[in-house]
């Protein structure tokens, strides 16, 4: 109906949006609190594709309004994907590495003081 | 294979990354890896956008891009590697921020460059949105900022009227939204975006500190929203799909962090919450109830003297950047055999999750780090709770005092445990302004100063004792 020859028309796009925000919805249901910190900032950084949007509207731009306000949305869209995905990076390496590299000094201290402590939280029950 | 077919191609694997680091971060293991599919995904995008016309025809506007580029990679890479962990909600405030301005000024800039203003209805309803949702979440952003970097207060800002006059703005947002579609102007748009721009900054103004985060997430998916309503008036499935997927999991997110706080959306958005100190919770907590204070050294033999010890870290720690001494306390605990675990509650910290970034910091694998849910059970077989800078999130009030603000909040059960050791600047009610009966129970002892200080003198009589 209101398709053009070039897109895939506004019934098109309405479908995309409905289906991306199920798909949205669905795949972070099972992420834990631990990392909802780094999620904020996960999605903080995808939203920036708006760079995309700010190239386009700034390569196509005519006269002094629609070039400065461009530049300036290029500026800020760099801002927010480049600061979202270092930041993001920075928690989840914190979160990765280090307990690779502690926990088989915990076990090893563990095992050379019989008695001691579980410091592991795997076996949540308490006997 | 058509340049616009390649296009939507290459456009679809960047966002097959995007919905890979969403899914990624269903588990630590797999959350960084997920983060640079998504990273690469957006790589992949922004290269190919150079390969279009319309983006590298004009050398100027193309010069233009790559600057732009270069100042903000230049701003942003140092501002990301050096923000402190605890500083960690205030950047992606403004970093969610700047993405809701980026949006807003695409919507503008096409609306500017249309030929003709006469287009359809729905085309100009497409900009209105990127542009008002755009403004609110850039100028909330701001001012999330400014409360967090403590640039101003962090209590609740209330005036007379506020209600009335925020309702008066949102009207006026409405009537020039009416008019801008009736008859699709510059100047009308322009003054939507500065009467947006006030609505952000007066719908933050009255959000107390500690529900900030709550509303950064959903400013989070305002941004996806205004992204992907600028994707709809560029006509770009990759804008529209980017930001609904954030859009979405930012709602989702939003109304788990509520939960966590036991409290419904609209409550934590209007309420004005903790403005004002009330003393629900028993008989008004001042000097009249006697409260019992040891020193560090008495403490301390008790928690070298325990089989289980849980330190429960709050806000006050992540103020005080005591992470890494915690740390060295629960090291220094192990040591002599004690069993450590951190019990950590859904909102500890400044941000839902962000304790857990803290204490990763502070290299405490994630392991040791017991969401409530697992915590709890465990409680009535531990002999210490070590509270840190924590407070309304160990009130019982939220189980047991049906009239408190805080009831219903999910809790950590530290009256379960065998002795309590409250670590806190004074007994200044926590954030809700509510009176913790707990900081009087026998069973309770009291530690004050501050977190970092009070920390470091344990260790010591902890290695001493």
């Not at chain 2, 599919?37 to 100027?60: C, D, K, Q, Y």
């Not at chain 2, 800039?109 to 085309?123: D, E, G, R």
């Not at chain 2, 997110?253 to 004002?276: C, D, E, H, K, Y």
Request: hydrophobic share 55%; aromatic share 6%.
């Amino acid at each position: 109906m209101i398709a053009t020859a070039a897109g895939p028309g506004l019934m098109g796009l309405i479908t995309v949006f409905v289906l991306a925000a199920f798909v949205g919805y669905e795949v972070i249901s099972k992420v834990p609190s631990v990392l909802h910190t780094p999620l904020m900032s996960g999605t903080n950084a995808i939203h920036g594709i708006i760079i995309v949007g700010a190239m386009l509207v700034l390569g196509e731009a005519h006269g002094a309004a629609q070039v400065s306000l461009g530049f300036l949305a290029v500026i800020l869209a760099t801002l927010n994907v480049v600061g979202g995905f270092v930041v993001t990076d920075r928690m989840l390496e914190m979160f990765k590495a280090k307990p690779a590299a502690r926990k088989p000094a915990a076990e090893a201290s563990a095992a050379a003081a019989p008695g001691a402590s579980e410091t592991g939280g795997s076996n949540g029950a308490a006997s | 294979m058509s340049r616009a077919t390649a296009t939507d191609l290459v456009y679809l694997i960047a966002i097959v990354g995007f919905i890979l680091a969403l899914k990624g971060l269903s588990s630590p293991k797999r959350a960084r890896l997920g983060n640079l599919a998504g990273a690469t995904g957006m790589i992949i995008a922004v290269a190919w956008t150079f390969s279009l016309p319309e983006v590298h025809s004009n050398h100027r506007n193309l010069l233009l891009i790559i600057v732009g580029m270069v100042v903000g990679t230049a701003i942003a890479v140092p501002a990301a590697r050096l923000v402190k962990m605890t500083a960690m909600p205030q950047m992606v405030a403004i970093f969610n921020g700047v993405g809701g301005g980026a949006a807003a000024l695409v919507a503008v800039v096409s609306f500017i460059a249309l030929p003709s203003k006469n287009i359809a209805i729905y085309k100009i309803v497409e900009i209105l949105l990127g542009v008002l949702i755009g403004s609110v979440s850039f100028a909330g952003s701001a001012i999330a900022f400014a409360k967090l970097q403590e640039l101003m207060t962090g209590r609740p800002i209330t005036y007379p009227g506020q209600q009335a006059i925020n309702g008066l703005v949102g009207l006026g947002i409405l009537g020039l939204v009416i008019a801008t579609i009736a008859s699709p102007s510059t100047p009308l748009l322009l003054l939507v975006m500065a009467l947006s721009l006030v609505l952000g900054v007066i719908f933050v103004l009255p959000i107390g500190g500690a529900d900030v985060p709550v509303l950064i997430s959903l400013l989070n998916a305002f941004t996806g929203l205004a992204v992907a309503a600028s994707g709809f008036a560029i006509n770009s499935t990759l804008l529209i799909v980017a930001g609904t997927l954030v859009g979405a999991s930012g709602t989702l997110l939003t109304r788990m962090m509520s939960q966590a706080m036991g409290r419904s959306l609209p409550n934590i958005l209007f309420s004005a919450f903790g403005s004002v100190i009330t003393a629900t919770g028993g008989e008004a907590g001042d000097a009249s109830r006697p409260v019992r204070s040891g020193t560090p050294e008495d403490i301390a033999v008790l928690l070298a003297y325990a089989r289980k010890v849980a330190i429960v870290p709050g806000y006050g720690l992540a103020v005080a950047q005591a992470q890494h001494t915690a740390r060295e306390l629960a090291d220094a605990l192990m040591e002599r055999g004690v069993e450590v675990y951190y019990a950590i509650h859904p909102v500890a910290g400044r941000m839902p999750g962000h304790m857990n970034v803290l204490l990763a910091e502070a290299n405490v694998p994630y392991d040791e780090l017991k969401e409530m849910e697992e915590a709890n059970p465990e409680m009535s077989t531990t002999d210490v709770a070590l509270v840190v800078g924590a407070n309304d999130t160990v009130n019982p009030a939220a189980k047991n005092t049906p009239g408190s603000p805080i009831y219903g909040m999910p809790i950590i059960n530290v009256d379960e445990t065998q002795n309590i050791v409250f670590m806190k600047r004074s007994m200044r009610p926590g954030f809700a302004g509510i009176d913790n009966d707990l900081l009087y129970d026998p069973k309770t002892t009291m530690l004050f100063g501050d977190a970092k200080d009070s920390l470091t003198k344990l260790v010591a009589a902890v290695k001493a004792a």
